[in-house]
């Protein structure tokens, strides 16, 4: 069974305070990590796929990399408008095991 | 735009009442997918659809059930809502060959 742990739970950041968000996972076979963003109230809205290990996806201040087991979301000089739940998925047989996601708030 | 909608997006009922979630979308995908959504377990899958005539059960599917009406149709059921089916629901839809996947907006379901 496919298994998604994030990690922290919560994350405060001061404005311009860089960090990094982690997702480890356990696949039988990997056909993509999925990282999301999810508003209060709203659903997920899709920020990068990642195939393989040592790939790195960039947009805006977010950049995305993966090893075998494990991915990094490295948030570069957050804005208060990053602030979000970042879900983490691993996809297979085209569905997604999802983690419980970091709540990211950034403070000006 | 192309999109994914869900109604109602809030419903308050009560024990023991039939519930109908209803999805449409004009993305012309051809998967759909229903998660519930609960605090600190993060997402999981229902029921899935890959086309019209192929629905399964994903890994909580117990006390739901579902209809593909049309490639643009996924309706999810709850026969007899019970309080621990208390959640946010969302809708997502994606494409053959591709394991990317567009959420709606969800619908947030209070059983009393």
């Known amino acids: 069974e496919d298994q998604v742990t994030q990690s922290p739970e919560a994350l405060r950041l001061q404005e311009g305070e860089s960090s990094s968000l982690n997702c480890s996972y356990t696949?039988?076979?990997?056909?993509?990590l999925f990282w999301y963003r999810q508003d209060p109230g709203k659903g997920p809205e899709f920020l990068f796929t990642?195939?393989?290990a040592g790939e790195e996806k960039e947009k805006e201040r977010l950049k995305a990399t993966l090893t075998k087991k494990e991915s990094f979301l490295h948030i570069t000089a957050p804005k208060p408008e990053d602030s979000a739940t970042y879900l983490c998925?691993?996809?297979?047989?085209?569905?997604?095991?999802f983690g419980a996601g970091t709540t990211v708030t950034v403070r000006a | 735009d192309a999109d994914v909608t869900q109604t109602p997006r809030n419903r308050i009922t009560k024990t023991g009442k039939r519930i109908m979630l209803e999805c449409s979308q004009t993305?012309?995908?051809?998967?759909m997918y229903w998660y519930r959504q609960d605090p600190g377990l993060g997402l999981r899958l229902i029921y899935y659809?890959?086309?019209?005539?192929?629905?399964n059960k994903g890994e909580i599917s117990d006390g739901y059930s579902v209809s593909r009406q049309a490639q643009a149709k996924f309706s999810l059921s709850l026969e007899s809502a019970i309080p621990n089916q208390t959640a946010l629901y969302f809708c997502?839809?994606?494409?053959?060959?591709?394991?990317?996947?567009?959420f709606g907006p969800g619908t947030r379901l209070t059983v009393l």
């Open positions: 993305k012309g995908h051809d998967r």
């Open positions: 997502a839809t994606g494409t053959k060959g591709s394991n990317e996947q567009f």
């Open positions: 990642l195939y393989s």
């Open positions: 998925a691993v996809g297979g047989d085209y569905k997604l095991s």
């Open positions: 659809s890959f086309d019209v005539k192929d629905i």
């Open positions: 696949v039988s076979g990997l056909r993509g």
